[in-house]
């Protein structure tokens, strides 16, 4: 709908992995190199983990397309609560294998089989296991035994793995997987997107789609829906969509504050998306020291106070530099015209207005900082007389 309305060739947040969108943001960068080694090393195992909506899949979709089929033949399963025999017959399906019989040894014979003409051929196999949480353990023990699948001293198969965060801690603390932490041979948890790449990122999709400069975003926009999204890039995929279906009913241009946060306000009441609540992560982080310190509640609502003071002087900071940028390109226009002075005086009001509440907000950020350095001081003083 608003892909016909904005003049686009597609649909540029869309939530399915497709490697024509993938942004190499930091974390995606390095999740990149260490798929990249573990590649080159030709065995073991590499995990990848991170949130929901952080970008796997279409990390892998991006490496999958980078693959060539002539040397590395690759196949992917994407795992419901699977255990070690019901594992072994997916592999084998994912392979385009057809099993004869329908026991386990039959599933592994023909697995071997297809590995080692694989490897006669001079091509390397790599196996893609996407949602490995919901593995269980004794199926996460039969992949690390379907490593040990040799021709001579080469091995033939690599394993991908892919998970939430707790996939993480299994790994790392079931006592039953010490021999498959073994063969980890590069691990990476994908963070959340940073303020600064929220633009970028959402630029670079709908540059996908021929995006031209219709709509335009507002610079406070980028802000508040990293806030809203926490950086995750599904949920930002989530509110963009609602964002420019909502610009192409209203016929509009420009995207603004006020458009998101009905649009935030309407996937919360519709439950479709649980937004970021940066107060609330506040006091989670702050949680530990109020165990150990009285005054912690200070600290978190102070913490709070600061994260949104300094996203406000952000996009405040935005605006400024576009109102200079307009300024300027005004002065270089028109310079002689009377009906133009007015219009300058009304930009270097503005701009006044501008400075005036940077001036007063950096006192109060300042005041903040303050408190927070009196609290730590304290508590550090608190500690040392324990």
């Known amino acids: 709908m608003f892909d016909d309305f904005y003049g686009l060739t597609g649909r540029p947040f869309q939530l399915t992995p497709d490697p024509t969108f993938y942004f190499e943001s930091l974390t995606h960068r390095k999740a990149l190199s260490y798929l990249s080694y573990g590649l080159a090393q030709g065995e073991g195992f590499v995990v990848i983990t991170g949130e929901v909506g952080a970008g796997k899949s279409t990390l892998v979709a991006h490496l999958m397309a980078t693959i060539d089929p002539a040397r590395l033949t690759a196949a992917q399963i994407?795992?419901?609560?699977?255990?070690?025999?019901?594992?072994?017959?997916?592999?084998?399906?994912?392979?385009?294998?057809?099993?004869?019989?329908?026991?386990?040894?039959?599933?592994?014979?023909?697995?071997?089989?297809?590995?080692?003409?694989?490897?006669?051929?001079?091509?390397?196999?790599?196996?893609?296991?996407?949602?490995?949480?919901?593995?269980?353990?004794?199926?996460?023990?039969?992949?690390?035994?379907?490593?040990?699948?040799?021709?001579?001293a080469h091995p033939l198969l690599q394993t991908l793995l892919l998970g939430q965060p707790e996939f993480r801690d299994t790994i790392q603390e079931h006592p039953q997987l010490e021999q498959l932490r073994q063969r980890v041979i590069a691990a990476h948890h994908l963070d959340a997107m940073e303020l600064g790449e929220v633009q970028p990122y959402i630029e670079h999709r709908l540059k996908c789609v021929g995006w031209n400069g219709n709509p335009k975003f507002d610079q406070r926009v980028f802000t508040e829906l990293f806030e809203a999204s926490g950086g995750v890039p599904r949920r930002i995929n989530q509110i963009c969509n609602r964002l420019m279906m909502l610009g192409a009913v209203d016929q509009r241009n420009r995207i603004d504050g006020a458009m998101l946060s009905g649009v935030l306000e309407e996937l919360e009441l519709d439950g479709t998306l649980q937004l970021n609540r940066p107060a609330a992560k506040a006091e989670s982080v702050a949680a530990p020291v109020a165990a150990a310190s009285a005054p912690a509640p200070v600290d978190a609502v102070a913490l709070a106070q600061l994260q949104s003071m300094l996203a406000e002087r952000d996009a405040q900071i935005a605006e400024l530099q576009q109102a200079v940028i307009e300024l300027a390109n005004e002065q270089e226009t028109v310079p002689a015209d009377p009906a133009h002075g007015a219009g300058?005086?009304?930009?270097?009001?503005?701009?006044?207005?501008?400075?005036?509440?940077?001036?007063?907000?950096?006192?109060?950020?300042?005041?903040?900082?303050?408190?927070l350095i009196e609290w730590i001081e304290a508590d550090d003083a608190n500690r040392a007389a324990a």
């Open 78 to 152: 994407v795992t419901s609560k699977l255990d070690g025999e019901e594992l072994v017959h997916v592999v084998a399906q994912a392979f385009g294998l057809i099993v004869e019989g329908h026991d386990k040894a039959s599933a592994l014979g023909a697995i071997e089989a297809f590995l080692h003409d694989e490897a006669r051929a001079g091509r390397r196999c790599l196996l893609v296991v996407d949602e490995s949480q919901n593995l269980a353990i004794d199926a996460l023990e039969e992949l690390r035994m379907l490593s040990n699948f040799q021709l001579g």
């Open 344 to 371: 300058l005086a009304a930009i270097e009001a503005k701009l006044s207005g501008f400075e005036a509440k940077m001036l007063e907000q950096e006192r109060t950020i300042r005041h903040t900082l303050t408190m």
